[in-house]
Protein backbone atom coordinates (compact mmCIF):
# COMPACT_ATOMS: atom_id res chain seq x y z
CA UNK A 1 0.00 0.00 0.00
CA UNK A 2 0.96 3.64 -1.11
CA UNK A 3 1.95 5.93 2.09
CA UNK A 4 4.17 9.25 2.56
CA UNK A 5 6.45 9.52 5.22
CA UNK A 6 9.64 11.61 6.31
CA UNK A 7 10.73 15.15 6.94
CA UNK A 8 10.40 17.51 3.93
CA UNK A 9 11.48 20.93 4.03
CA UNK A 10 9.21 22.71 1.18
CA UNK A 11 11.23 25.55 -1.02
CA UNK A 12 10.80 29.68 0.27
CA UNK A 13 7.09 31.04 0.27
CA UNK A 14 6.35 32.55 -3.06
CA UNK A 15 3.71 35.54 -1.70
CA UNK A 16 6.70 36.45 0.78
CA UNK A 17 9.46 36.29 -1.37
CA UNK A 18 7.59 38.92 -4.36
CA UNK A 19 7.07 40.94 -1.46
CA UNK A 20 10.88 40.87 -0.05
CA UNK A 21 12.39 41.80 -3.58
CA UNK A 22 9.47 44.26 -4.50
CA UNK A 23 9.19 46.03 -1.12
CA UNK A 24 13.45 46.55 -1.42
CA UNK A 25 12.07 49.32 -3.43
CA UNK A 26 11.29 51.14 -0.35
CA UNK A 27 14.47 51.22 1.20
CA UNK A 28 17.77 52.58 -0.45
CA UNK A 29 20.15 50.78 -0.71
CA UNK A 30 21.58 47.25 -0.36
CA UNK A 31 18.80 44.16 1.36
CA UNK A 32 19.21 40.97 1.34
CA UNK A 33 17.09 38.03 0.89
CA UNK A 34 17.19 34.48 1.74
CA UNK A 35 14.95 31.32 1.49
CA UNK A 36 14.10 32.50 -1.62
CA UNK A 37 11.46 30.95 -3.28
CA UNK A 38 13.02 28.78 -6.46
CA UNK A 39 9.61 29.82 -8.67
CA UNK A 40 10.06 31.00 -12.44
CA UNK A 41 7.10 33.79 -11.00
CA UNK A 42 9.98 34.90 -8.71
CA UNK A 43 12.55 35.28 -11.02
CA UNK A 44 10.03 37.26 -13.29
CA UNK A 45 9.66 39.83 -10.17
CA UNK A 46 13.90 39.47 -9.45
CA UNK A 47 13.82 40.19 -13.38
CA UNK A 48 11.51 43.46 -13.70
CA UNK A 49 13.39 45.34 -10.88
CA UNK A 50 16.61 44.76 -12.41
CA UNK A 51 15.13 46.60 -15.80
CA UNK A 52 14.31 49.28 -12.91
CA UNK A 53 17.39 50.02 -12.07
CA UNK A 54 17.85 47.67 -9.01
CA UNK A 55 21.19 45.57 -8.83
CA UNK A 56 20.80 41.94 -8.47
CA UNK A 57 23.42 39.74 -7.64
CA UNK A 58 22.64 35.86 -6.20
CA UNK A 59 25.20 35.24 -3.13
CA UNK A 60 23.99 31.51 -3.02
CA UNK A 61 21.47 28.86 -4.29
CA UNK A 62 17.86 30.40 -2.48
CA UNK A 63 19.87 34.02 -1.57
CA UNK A 64 20.29 37.53 -3.07
CA UNK A 65 21.53 40.62 -2.45
CA UNK A 66 19.55 43.62 -3.68
CA UNK A 67 20.34 47.39 -4.02
CA UNK A 68 17.77 49.48 -4.35
CA UNK A 69 17.74 52.98 -5.81
CA UNK A 70 14.66 53.78 -3.53
CA UNK A 71 11.31 55.09 -5.04
CA UNK A 72 12.80 58.32 -6.63
CA UNK A 73 15.66 56.87 -8.11
CA UNK A 74 14.36 54.21 -10.55
CA UNK A 75 15.06 53.85 -14.22
CA UNK A 76 12.66 53.93 -17.12
CA UNK A 77 12.65 50.75 -18.62
CA UNK A 78 13.95 50.29 -21.97
CA UNK A 79 11.93 46.94 -22.75
CA UNK A 80 8.62 45.18 -21.58
CA UNK A 81 8.50 44.13 -18.08
CA UNK A 82 7.63 40.21 -18.72
CA UNK A 83 5.55 39.09 -15.65
CA UNK A 84 5.33 35.40 -17.04
CA UNK A 85 2.74 33.38 -15.95
CA UNK A 86 2.54 35.79 -12.49
CA UNK A 87 -0.14 37.60 -11.14
CA UNK A 88 1.45 38.78 -8.89
CA UNK A 89 4.72 40.11 -10.21
CA UNK A 90 2.44 42.33 -12.90
CA UNK A 91 -0.40 43.51 -10.22
CA UNK A 92 2.01 44.55 -7.45
CA UNK A 93 4.19 46.25 -10.14
CA UNK A 94 1.27 48.07 -11.59
CA UNK A 95 0.90 49.90 -8.20
CA UNK A 96 4.62 50.48 -7.46
CA UNK A 97 4.73 51.95 -11.18
CA UNK A 98 1.95 53.73 -11.38
CA UNK A 99 3.50 56.41 -9.30
CA UNK A 100 6.70 56.77 -10.97
CA UNK A 101 7.07 59.55 -13.60
CA UNK A 102 8.39 57.39 -16.56
CA UNK A 103 5.96 54.93 -19.01
CA UNK A 104 6.69 51.39 -18.31
CA UNK A 105 4.96 48.19 -20.24
CA UNK A 106 3.50 45.36 -18.51
CA UNK A 107 3.22 42.03 -19.97
CA UNK A 108 2.93 38.39 -19.47
CA UNK A 109 2.17 34.60 -21.18
CA UNK A 110 -0.64 33.70 -22.52
CA UNK A 111 -2.08 32.73 -18.99
CA UNK A 112 -1.80 35.89 -17.49
CA UNK A 113 -3.12 37.79 -20.54
CA UNK A 114 -6.21 36.07 -19.52
CA UNK A 115 -6.42 37.31 -16.39
CA UNK A 116 -8.36 40.42 -15.47
CA UNK A 117 -6.41 43.42 -14.77
CA UNK A 118 -9.02 46.41 -14.54
CA UNK A 119 -9.70 45.19 -10.67
CA UNK A 120 -6.12 46.53 -9.94
CA UNK A 121 -6.08 49.49 -13.08
CA UNK A 122 -9.54 50.40 -12.43
CA UNK A 123 -9.03 51.61 -8.92
CA UNK A 124 -5.43 52.81 -9.31
CA UNK A 125 -7.31 55.17 -11.89
CA UNK A 126 -9.41 56.72 -9.10
CA UNK A 127 -5.61 57.74 -7.68
CA UNK A 128 -5.03 59.82 -10.68
CA UNK A 129 -2.99 56.49 -12.45
CA UNK A 130 -2.92 56.60 -16.13
CA UNK A 131 -3.10 53.36 -18.58
CA UNK A 132 -3.27 52.21 -21.38
CA UNK A 133 -4.66 49.04 -22.54
CA UNK A 134 -2.57 47.76 -25.53
CA UNK A 135 -4.26 44.67 -27.08
CA UNK A 136 -7.43 44.09 -25.08
CA UNK A 137 -9.28 46.28 -22.57
CA UNK A 138 -8.67 44.66 -18.89
CA UNK A 139 -6.02 42.53 -19.47
CA UNK A 140 -1.78 42.39 -20.47
CA UNK A 141 -0.09 43.94 -22.12
CA UNK A 142 -0.58 47.65 -20.59
CA UNK A 143 1.11 50.33 -20.54
CA UNK A 144 1.46 52.52 -17.17
CA UNK A 145 2.37 56.00 -17.69
CA UNK A 146 3.95 57.52 -14.45
CA UNK A 147 1.41 60.09 -12.83
CA UNK A 148 1.18 62.39 -9.70
CA UNK A 149 -1.02 60.29 -7.49
CA UNK A 150 -3.62 61.32 -4.76
CA UNK A 151 -5.31 59.11 -2.14
CA UNK A 152 -8.72 57.39 -2.35
CA UNK A 153 -11.01 54.99 0.11
CA UNK A 154 -11.39 51.69 -1.84
CA UNK A 155 -14.53 49.95 -0.29
CA UNK A 156 -12.81 46.59 -2.89
CA UNK A 157 -15.66 43.53 -3.91
CA UNK A 158 -13.05 41.31 -4.36
CA UNK A 159 -11.00 39.66 -1.55
CA UNK A 160 -7.30 39.92 -3.44
CA UNK A 161 -4.50 40.85 -1.35
CA UNK A 162 -2.65 41.00 -4.79
CA UNK A 163 -4.99 43.98 -5.12
CA UNK A 164 -4.87 45.31 -1.77
CA UNK A 165 -0.90 45.14 -2.20
CA UNK A 166 -1.13 47.25 -5.27
CA UNK A 167 -3.02 49.99 -3.95
CA UNK A 168 -1.09 50.04 -1.08
CA UNK A 169 2.04 50.81 -2.78
CA UNK A 170 0.40 53.19 -4.91
CA UNK A 171 -0.76 55.05 -1.77
CA UNK A 172 2.77 55.51 -0.53
CA UNK A 173 3.65 57.47 -3.53
CA UNK A 174 0.50 59.23 -3.32
CA UNK A 175 -0.63 62.86 -2.25
CA UNK A 176 -3.08 62.16 0.81
CA UNK A 177 -4.87 59.19 2.60
CA UNK A 178 -5.49 56.30 0.91
CA UNK A 179 -7.47 53.26 2.50
CA UNK A 180 -7.83 50.25 1.29
CA UNK A 181 -11.08 48.27 2.50
CA UNK A 182 -11.61 44.39 2.23
CA UNK A 183 -14.50 42.16 2.18
CA UNK A 184 -12.42 39.61 3.42
CA UNK A 185 -9.55 38.88 5.06
CA UNK A 186 -6.45 37.26 2.88
CA UNK A 187 -3.21 36.66 3.12
CA UNK A 188 -1.83 39.45 5.32
CA UNK A 189 2.01 39.09 4.42
CA UNK A 190 2.11 42.54 2.90
CA UNK A 191 1.10 44.69 6.40
CA UNK A 192 3.42 41.80 8.50
CA UNK A 193 5.94 42.75 6.22
CA UNK A 194 5.44 46.65 6.74
CA UNK A 195 5.40 46.45 10.46
CA UNK A 196 8.48 44.44 10.47
CA UNK A 197 10.36 46.87 8.21
CA UNK A 198 9.12 50.15 9.18
CA UNK A 199 6.85 50.88 6.76
CA UNK A 200 3.95 53.24 7.98
CA UNK A 201 0.57 51.88 7.81
CA UNK A 202 -2.44 51.77 10.20
CA UNK A 203 -5.00 49.42 10.72
CA UNK A 204 -8.29 52.09 10.57
CA UNK A 205 -10.41 51.61 13.97
CA UNK A 206 -8.01 48.56 14.66
CA UNK A 207 -9.17 46.47 12.27
CA UNK A 208 -7.51 44.68 10.00
CA UNK A 209 -9.25 44.15 6.55
CA UNK A 210 -9.04 47.99 6.52
CA UNK A 211 -5.39 49.33 5.62
CA UNK A 212 -4.27 53.16 5.42
CA UNK A 213 -1.43 54.45 4.17
CA UNK A 214 0.08 58.05 3.03
CA UNK A 215 3.01 59.18 1.12
CA UNK A 216 6.32 57.81 2.47
CA UNK A 217 8.89 60.63 3.14
CA UNK A 218 11.66 58.72 4.29
CA UNK A 219 12.93 55.14 2.76
CA UNK A 220 13.05 52.52 5.28
CA UNK A 221 16.23 51.09 6.28
CA UNK A 222 17.70 48.34 4.11
CA UNK A 223 16.80 45.00 5.46
CA UNK A 224 17.16 41.15 5.96
CA UNK A 225 14.82 38.92 5.20
CA UNK A 226 14.39 35.53 5.43
CA UNK A 227 11.68 33.58 4.02
CA UNK A 228 10.09 31.21 5.53
CA UNK A 229 8.45 27.44 3.48
CA UNK A 230 5.69 27.95 1.35
CA UNK A 231 2.52 26.06 2.89
CA UNK A 232 0.75 26.51 -0.66
CA UNK A 233 3.64 23.97 -1.42
CA UNK A 234 3.29 21.79 1.75
CA UNK A 235 -0.88 21.52 0.57
CA UNK A 236 0.41 19.29 -1.63
CA UNK A 237 2.06 16.66 0.82
CA UNK A 238 -0.47 17.37 3.43
CA UNK A 239 -3.68 15.99 1.16
CA UNK A 240 -1.73 13.04 -0.47
CA UNK A 241 -0.29 12.18 4.08
CA UNK A 242 -4.23 12.87 5.30
CA UNK A 243 -5.32 10.65 2.28
CA UNK A 244 -2.71 7.38 2.22
CA UNK A 245 -3.64 5.41 5.69
CA UNK A 246 0.27 4.65 7.13
CA UNK A 247 1.66 7.85 6.10
CA UNK A 248 3.27 9.84 8.54
CA UNK A 249 4.82 13.43 7.16
CA UNK A 250 6.37 16.31 9.11
CA UNK A 251 6.70 19.61 7.05
CA UNK A 252 8.88 22.31 9.23
CA UNK A 253 9.65 26.02 8.98
CA UNK A 254 6.02 26.57 7.74
CA UNK A 255 4.78 29.92 7.52
CA UNK A 256 1.24 29.79 9.20
CA UNK A 257 -0.46 32.76 7.88
CA UNK A 258 -3.99 32.78 9.07
CA UNK A 259 -5.27 34.16 5.18
CA UNK A 260 -3.63 30.77 4.15
CA UNK A 261 -4.44 27.82 6.27
CA UNK A 262 -7.89 26.36 4.83
CA UNK A 263 -6.32 23.50 3.69
CA UNK A 264 -5.05 22.03 7.25
CA UNK A 265 -8.70 23.66 8.01
CA UNK A 266 -10.54 21.42 5.49
CA UNK A 267 -8.52 18.87 5.74
CA UNK A 268 -9.49 18.81 9.88
CA UNK A 269 -13.10 19.07 9.29
CA UNK A 270 -12.83 16.34 6.39
CA UNK A 271 -10.98 14.17 9.80
CA UNK A 272 -7.41 14.32 8.84
CA UNK A 273 -4.93 14.13 11.58
CA UNK A 274 -3.14 17.11 11.57
CA UNK A 275 -0.28 18.75 14.79
CA UNK A 276 0.44 22.54 13.82
CA UNK A 277 3.33 23.54 16.32
CA UNK A 278 4.24 27.09 15.89
CA UNK A 279 8.22 27.78 16.64
CA UNK A 280 9.42 30.98 15.55
CA UNK A 281 8.60 33.89 13.84
CA UNK A 282 10.10 35.19 10.77
CA UNK A 283 9.14 37.79 7.87
CA UNK A 284 6.19 38.95 10.41
CA UNK A 285 4.89 35.95 10.27
CA UNK A 286 4.51 32.71 12.70
CA UNK A 287 6.51 30.07 11.46
CA UNK A 288 6.05 26.13 12.46
CA UNK A 289 6.41 22.60 11.49
CA UNK A 290 3.21 20.78 10.40
CA UNK A 291 2.86 16.44 11.12
CA UNK A 292 0.44 14.80 8.81
CA UNK A 293 -0.96 11.04 9.46
CA UNK A 294 -2.60 9.17 7.32
CA UNK A 295 -5.68 6.97 8.91
CA UNK A 296 -9.12 6.68 8.36
CA UNK A 297 -11.07 7.96 5.08
CA UNK A 298 -11.62 11.20 5.15
CA UNK A 299 -15.24 12.50 5.07
CA UNK A 300 -16.86 14.93 2.80
CA UNK A 301 -17.36 18.61 3.80
CA UNK A 302 -18.59 22.03 1.66
CA UNK A 303 -15.92 24.97 1.79
CA UNK A 304 -18.00 28.18 0.96
CA UNK A 305 -17.12 31.15 -0.49
CA UNK A 306 -16.34 33.05 3.49
CA UNK A 307 -13.66 31.57 3.09
CA UNK A 308 -12.06 31.08 -0.41
CA UNK A 309 -9.81 33.42 -0.27
CA UNK A 310 -7.46 31.62 2.28
CA UNK A 311 -7.08 28.40 -0.01
CA UNK A 312 -7.74 29.62 -3.93
CA UNK A 313 -4.49 27.93 -4.47
CA UNK A 314 -4.95 25.00 -2.53
CA UNK A 315 -8.96 24.09 -4.05
CA UNK A 316 -7.96 22.07 -6.56
CA UNK A 317 -5.87 19.34 -4.61
CA UNK A 318 -8.04 19.19 -1.69
CA UNK A 319 -10.63 18.01 -4.77
CA UNK A 320 -8.72 15.30 -5.34
CA UNK A 321 -8.85 14.17 -1.48
CA UNK A 322 -12.44 14.71 -1.87
CA UNK A 323 -12.84 12.04 -4.85
CA UNK A 324 -11.76 9.66 -2.43
CA UNK A 325 -13.68 10.43 0.63
CA UNK A 326 -16.93 9.45 2.53
CA UNK A 327 -19.80 11.92 1.00
CA UNK A 328 -19.61 14.94 -0.46
CA UNK A 329 -16.87 17.20 -1.34
CA UNK A 330 -18.40 20.54 -2.13
CA UNK A 331 -17.07 23.93 -3.33
CA UNK A 332 -19.62 27.07 -3.47
CA UNK A 333 -18.82 30.69 -3.87
CA UNK A 334 -15.39 29.76 -5.97
CA UNK A 335 -15.65 32.41 -8.36
CA UNK A 336 -12.40 33.75 -7.96
CA UNK A 337 -11.09 30.29 -8.83
CA UNK A 338 -12.19 31.04 -12.46
CA UNK A 339 -9.42 33.66 -12.97
CA UNK A 340 -6.32 32.37 -11.19
CA UNK A 341 -3.55 30.80 -13.87
CA UNK A 342 -6.27 28.44 -15.36
CA UNK A 343 -10.18 28.46 -14.90
CA UNK A 344 -9.35 25.86 -11.46
CA UNK A 345 -13.11 25.18 -11.79
CA UNK A 346 -13.35 23.63 -15.05
CA UNK A 347 -9.85 22.16 -14.89
CA UNK A 348 -10.72 20.50 -11.60
CA UNK A 349 -14.53 18.73 -13.20
CA UNK A 350 -12.86 17.60 -16.34
CA UNK A 351 -9.53 16.45 -14.66
CA UNK A 352 -11.33 14.59 -12.16
CA UNK A 353 -14.34 13.68 -14.17
CA UNK A 354 -11.86 12.21 -16.86
CA UNK A 355 -10.17 9.86 -13.97
CA UNK A 356 -13.23 8.12 -13.27
CA UNK A 357 -15.39 10.57 -10.24
CA UNK A 358 -18.21 11.90 -10.24
CA UNK A 359 -18.32 15.25 -10.49
CA UNK A 360 -21.00 18.49 -11.04
CA UNK A 361 -19.95 21.92 -12.29
CA UNK A 362 -21.75 25.35 -11.22
CA UNK A 363 -20.86 28.31 -12.07
CA UNK A 364 -19.33 29.37 -8.18
CA UNK A 365 -18.19 25.69 -7.62
CA UNK A 366 -18.50 22.10 -7.76
CA UNK A 367 -19.23 18.51 -6.37
CA UNK A 368 -17.48 16.03 -6.17
CA UNK A 369 -19.12 12.44 -5.17
CA UNK A 370 -16.73 10.51 -2.51
CA UNK A 371 -15.86 7.26 -3.83
CA UNK A 372 -13.45 4.64 -2.52
CA UNK A 373 -11.48 4.88 -5.29
CA UNK A 374 -10.08 6.97 -8.30
CA UNK A 375 -9.61 4.48 -11.49
CA UNK A 376 -7.20 6.99 -13.03
CA UNK A 377 -5.62 5.85 -16.55
CA UNK A 378 -6.96 9.22 -17.50
CA UNK A 379 -5.29 12.08 -19.71
CA UNK A 380 -5.16 15.14 -17.18
CA UNK A 381 -5.07 18.30 -18.40
CA UNK A 382 -2.92 21.25 -16.69
CA UNK A 383 -4.04 24.13 -18.70
CA UNK A 384 -0.61 25.48 -18.34
CA UNK A 385 -1.21 26.10 -14.83
CA UNK A 386 1.81 24.55 -11.93
CA UNK A 387 -1.38 23.88 -9.20
CA UNK A 388 -3.43 21.81 -12.08
CA UNK A 389 0.20 20.03 -12.58
CA UNK A 390 1.06 19.19 -8.87
CA UNK A 391 -2.49 18.07 -8.22
CA UNK A 392 -2.37 15.83 -10.90
CA UNK A 393 0.62 14.28 -9.51
CA UNK A 394 -1.41 13.81 -6.09
CA UNK A 395 -3.83 12.87 -8.01
CA UNK A 396 -1.38 10.10 -9.97
CA UNK A 397 -0.33 8.54 -6.52
CA UNK A 398 -3.66 8.26 -4.84
CA UNK A 399 -5.49 6.47 -7.93
CA UNK A 400 -5.66 3.19 -8.80
CA UNK A 401 -3.71 4.04 -12.40
CA UNK A 402 -1.32 6.69 -12.82
CA UNK A 403 -3.15 10.38 -14.93
CA UNK A 404 -1.05 11.44 -18.06
CA UNK A 405 -0.25 14.53 -17.11
CA UNK A 406 0.44 17.24 -20.51
CA UNK A 407 2.63 19.56 -19.81
CA UNK A 408 4.31 18.55 -15.70
CA UNK A 409 7.07 20.92 -16.50
CA UNK A 410 4.58 23.70 -16.07
CA UNK A 411 5.32 23.18 -12.35
CA UNK A 412 8.59 25.33 -12.63
CA UNK A 413 6.09 28.64 -12.21
CA UNK A 414 6.35 27.77 -8.27
CA UNK A 415 8.00 24.55 -7.27
CA UNK A 416 10.63 23.38 -10.25
CA UNK A 417 11.64 19.97 -8.23
CA UNK A 418 8.32 18.96 -6.82
CA UNK A 419 8.45 15.51 -7.87
CA UNK A 420 11.58 14.69 -7.23
CA UNK A 421 10.69 15.85 -3.54
CA UNK A 422 7.19 13.90 -3.86
CA UNK A 423 9.11 10.47 -4.66
CA UNK A 424 11.32 10.73 -1.74
CA UNK A 425 8.35 10.94 1.05
CA UNK A 426 6.39 8.05 -1.00
CA UNK A 427 6.88 4.18 -0.02
CA UNK A 428 5.57 1.75 -2.46
C1 LIG B 1 -1.18 36.10 -3.91
C2 LIG B 1 -2.51 36.27 -3.71
C3 LIG B 1 -3.53 35.36 -4.23
C4 LIG B 1 -2.93 34.03 -4.69
C5 LIG B 1 -1.69 34.21 -5.48
C6 LIG B 1 -0.64 34.96 -4.67
C7 LIG B 1 -0.25 37.10 -3.32
O1 LIG B 1 -4.17 36.00 -5.32
O2 LIG B 1 -3.88 33.27 -5.42
O3 LIG B 1 -1.18 32.94 -5.86
O4 LIG B 1 0.95 36.81 -3.23
O5 LIG B 1 -0.72 38.17 -2.93
P1 LIG B 1 -5.36 37.07 -5.06
O6 LIG B 1 -4.83 38.08 -4.13
O7 LIG B 1 -5.67 37.69 -6.38
O8 LIG B 1 -6.49 36.26 -4.53
Known sequence: MRRLTGTLRVPGDKSITHRALIFS?????????TGLSPAQDCTNSAQCLQQLG??????????LRIVSPGLT???APDRTLDAGNSGTTIRLLSGLLSGQQFKSVLDGDASLRSRPMGRVLNPLQEMGAQFVWLEKENCAP???????????DFDLKVASAQVQTALLLAGLQADGITVVRLPAAVRDHTTRMFS????????VDGNEN???VQRMTEPIAPYHAMVPADISSAAFFMVAAASLPGSDVTLPDLALNPGRDLVIEVLREMGADI?????????????GTVRVRGGDRLRGVTVGGDRMA????EIPVLAVAGALCDGEFRVEGGQELRVKESDRIAAVVTNLRAAGADVSEFDDGFAVKGDTVLSGDSDWTTFDDHRMAMSGMIASLLAQSPVRIDHPSCVAVSYPNFAADLNQLVVR
Open 210 to 212: IVS
Open 54 to 63: FEIRSTGSDA
Open 310 to 313: RGVD
Open 73 to 75: GFT
Open 25 to 33: ALAKGESTV
Open 196 to 203: ILGVPFDF
Open 275 to 287: TVTPKSNSCGEVI
Open 142 to 152: FAVIGAQLHGF
